[in-house]
């Protein structure tokens, strides 16, 4: 079972919606053959987010099982043409963030959002 997201799904749509961002799609599962699932997806875009919220604790993602796993799911994702931006909950919901949605959604869409 997944940890509760240190973030309110609610508060991140009205958000991006706020910043003229589509919504997004939470808990996507963007790697059919794993059990993968990207935090924040644009599913048609093939972007996404993940927040990393326990890079300040030993938890799942900082052991070397956790880390290898990280490194493949990226490395698939980055394969399936997914490109997907990280930060800490303290900054999903920045003009920042809105920002690097826009460039890599640019990127994606040949310049047309």
């Known amino acids: ?37 990207l935090d924040i997806a644009w599913p048609l875009l093939k972007v996404g987010i993940e927040v990393q919220g326990g890079l300040w604790i030993k938890a799942a993602h900082s052991t070397s099982t956790g880390i290898k796993r990280d490194m493949e799911k990226r490395n698939l994702g980055l394969c399936a043409g997914w490109r997907v931006l990280e930060c800490e909950p303290k900054d999903l919901c920045t003009m920042e963030m809105v920002q690097m949605v826009r460039v890599v959604m640019a990127l994606t869409t040949g310049g047309q959002t």
Request: with cysteine.
């Open 1 to 37: 079972m997944r940890n509760a997201p240190k973030y309110s799904e609610a508060v991140v749509t009205a958000w991006f919606k706020e910043c003229g961002l589509p919504s997004p799609v939470f808990e996507y599962p963007h790697i059919e053959a794993r059990k993968y699932r």
